[in-house]
């Protein structure tokens, strides 16, 4: 079962792969004056390659049974992990489109009622809070401007 | 002699009753700022100085001094509490604060934590009083070649955050390097990794960087079960046993020690004084293997070191005029707009606001353990709510601490990105804390080693040219060949892939 390991090591040889390749290619790796934009990530993309490459050889010389390396979390896992990932994306490409107000208030809807399972008052209660009440909050007192919505009928609602 | 009485004299003037309730304000803003994610000491010294326009400048400067080092604790609160870090100096409190929370010891660690903080703070401030003149003109004497020497030592230590195994810390501790090369080339200002992005240019965010890392990757972790089967941290206690202040006086003592001296390097910030403090403390540990487990060692240490960094910082600011960090360059800024100029001459011609503000150092770090001890039991109610409606409240904030550092639904995405990362990094039992240590250290190392570079037309023998760079050389080297030496000593599979995610 040692496979996840090997994966796990190739991404990093990949990742150690890109960094060399752009930083000798798209970038100065020396100049008159000294070392240049390349230098650096050349030489950090060539010693995380080292390591990833010995880590490699380790895991794949163990036997088999020795490690089993990571499991995969139950079917219900999986799905609360890829909602809450899914969520926040969802949160990060609306947010600028129906405001701070609005996205936050769907996104604690769906946390706190679906995944998290309270009741319709509860839930309500604290969306409230933590959509309005903080965009109000911070934008009034403390002086952090939060996204208002760029599609005109919201805004028009004043979200 | 001259000390003392104008030390007096600083109380005299910190102890009005003006004064006090300045400092009692600062104190209390700063801990909830610590506690809100997002908004740092530097913005919420920022957001003060418009207030401070109406005011003396003893009182303005009472006023942000001891808003900043109020930050410095209230960050701990949500670190040990939610394993969310206000701060970025509290990152590290995570591994043990938050392990000690679970446990139900969650009030003996912000105890604990509130003790340190009290310690370490009052211990820079005796030294920005006594040793602020030997001590910065030794600082002083560092040019890159020294500087790029001091970081390799810092940068080093990651052997110390390894677990049980130095070539996953290693590999971290690089990919964290790697991410800070991300943005404009601090020399040449050419973009590097940053795919035509904008919002890449400056760089990747620290913060959203630290929140994917620590906070949504824990909760990424946690849905793998119910949530309505989550345990959630407990408190059963406040009090410290005398094991817990027995197992704490060396790390608040070595703490002090870390966070004063390394407060006087420009450049560092306390994160990295923390995360240093913690190492030290898994060092010098008999039970180096139990860290991340609740030790309170790895919560004493750190906190007490990033206090005293907050306090010694100011040491180069008051001395020299150097800002040290994003925060002091505020707080300097707020000198200016009264009409002074930090220095050495602010304790010549100003000597009574120079007093009166290291004066309040003493009273600000009183009236912040008197602060904080009674509100611990306050803050730790927090763990009675499920964890069903807590997550969902520490998604908002986390949502929320990332959008406001640049006011960029980018930095949203790049704390996703990072929770993902971090999930999958725990699964494969890599240690996080190096990549956040490097991180810190990673630009300020590109540079020294680049400007030193430029100095000697591109000879590595300059760094063989300076006694202190020799002798920090030298330490680092040790300190990553030590675990090399164990392994062939004991035999034991230090060098292995099995370690402990940090």
């Known amino acids: ?159 | 002699m001259d000390v003392i009485q104008n030390l007096l004299m600083g109380f005299s003037i910190a102890l009005t009753a003006q004064n006090l309730l300045l400092a009692f304000i600062g104190s209390l803003l700063g801990t909830l700022i610590g506690v809100l994610p997002g908004i740092g000491p530097a913005a919420g010294c920022a957001m003060l100085i418009p207030l401070t326009f109406q005011m003396g400048p003893t009182g303005a400067i009472i006023l942000l001094t001891s808003l900043f080092y109020g930050t410095q604790y209230g960050g701990t609160i949500t670190s040990v509490l939610m394993n969310v870090p206000g701060e970025a100096a509290s990152a590290i409190t995570c591994l043990d604060g938050y392990a000690m929370a679970k446990q139900g010891r969650a009030g003996v660690a912000l105890s604990i934590a509130a003790i340190g903080s009290f310690i370490g703070g009052t211990f820079a401030t005796i030294a920005l009083v006594f040793a602020a003149g030997p001590l910065t003109r030794w600082a002083l004497e560092f040019g890159p070649v020294e500087f790029f020497a001091l970081i390799m030592l810092g940068i080093s230590l990651v052997s110390g955050l390894a677990g049980k195994s130095l070539i996953k810390a290693l590999m971290m501790g690089i990919f964290g390097l790697a991410l800070a090369m991300i943005g404009i080339d601090p020399i040449r200002g050419s973009p590097r990794f940053t795919f035509d992005r904008v919002d890449l240019m400056d760089g990747i965010g620290f913060v959203p960087v630290i929140m994917g890392l620590f906070g949504l990757a824990e909760i990424l972790e946690n849905a793998e079960r119910p949530f309505a089967q989550m345990v959630l941290a407990r408190m059963s206690t406040l009090i410290p046993t005398r094991q817990d202040i027995r197992d704490s006086v060396g790390p608040i003592l070595r703490g002090s020690f870390i966070g004063t001296a390394l407060g006087l390097v420009p450049g560092i910030t306390n994160s990295a004084s923390s995360f240093l403090a913690y190492v030290a403390e898994k060092k010098a540990s008999k039970h180096p293997e139990l860290f991340g487990t609740g030790m309170i060692a790895g919560v004493a240490g750190p906190e007490t070191a990033n206090n005293a960094h907050a306090n010694g910082a100011l040491i180069p600011l008051f001395t020299l005029g150097i800002p040290s960090s994003p925060t002091i360059a505020v707080i300097m800024g707020a000198f200016m707009m009264h009409g002074l100029i930090p220095g050495p001459l602010l304790f010549k011609e100003h000597a009574d606001v120079a007093w009166g503000v290291i004066a309040s150092f003493y009273v600000g770090n009183v009236i912040l353990l008197i602060l904080n001890l009674p509100l611990i039991g306050i803050w730790v109610k927090i763990l009675k709510i499920p964890y069903g409606i807590l997550c969902g409240i520490i998604m908002a904030f986390m949502i929320l601490g990332a959008y406001s550092v640049s006011n960029s639904a980018f930095d949203v995405a790049v704390m996703l990105l990072f929770g993902v990362v971090g999930y999958l990094l725990r699964k494969f039992d890599f240690p996080l804390a190096p990549i956040v240590l490097t991180l810190i250290l990673g630009p300020l190392m590109e540079r020294s080693l680049r400007q030193s570079l430029e100095i000697s037309q591109g000879s590595f023998g300059i760094f063989f040219s300076s006694p202190i760079a020799v002798v920090l050389l030298a330490l680092a080297v040790l300190f990553l060949i030590a675990p090399a030496f164990k392994f062939f000593r004991k035999g034991k599979v230090v060098m292995s892939g099995d370690g402990e995610a940090a």
Request: glycine share 10%.
């Open chain 1, 1 to 159: 079962m040692h496979w996840k390991h090997q994966i796990a090591a190739l991404c990093f040889l990949a990742f150690s792969a890109y960094l060399m390749w752009d930083s000798w290619n798209n970038m100065e790796y020396y100049t008159p004056l000294g070392p240049g934009a390349g230098f650096f990530p050349f030489w950090l993309g060539a010693l995380l390659g080292g390591l990833g490459i010995v880590w490699l050889v380790q895991v794949s010389r163990r036997s088999g049974n020795t490690e089993e390396g990571p499991s995969l979390p139950p079917r219900g896992g999986i799905v609360r992990i890829l909602s809450i990932i899914v969520s926040v994306a969802a949160v990060s490409a609306l947010m600028d489109l129906l405001g701070f107000q609005l996205t936050m208030f769907l996104f604690m809807i769906f946390m706190l009622m679906i995944l998290g399972r309270q009741t319709i008052w509860t839930t309500l209660i604290i969306a409230l809070v933590c959509s309005v009440g903080v965009y109000h909050v911070f934008g009034r007192y403390l002086d952090v401007q939060l996204p208002a919505a760029s599609l005109a009928f919201l805004a028009r609602l004043g979200l």
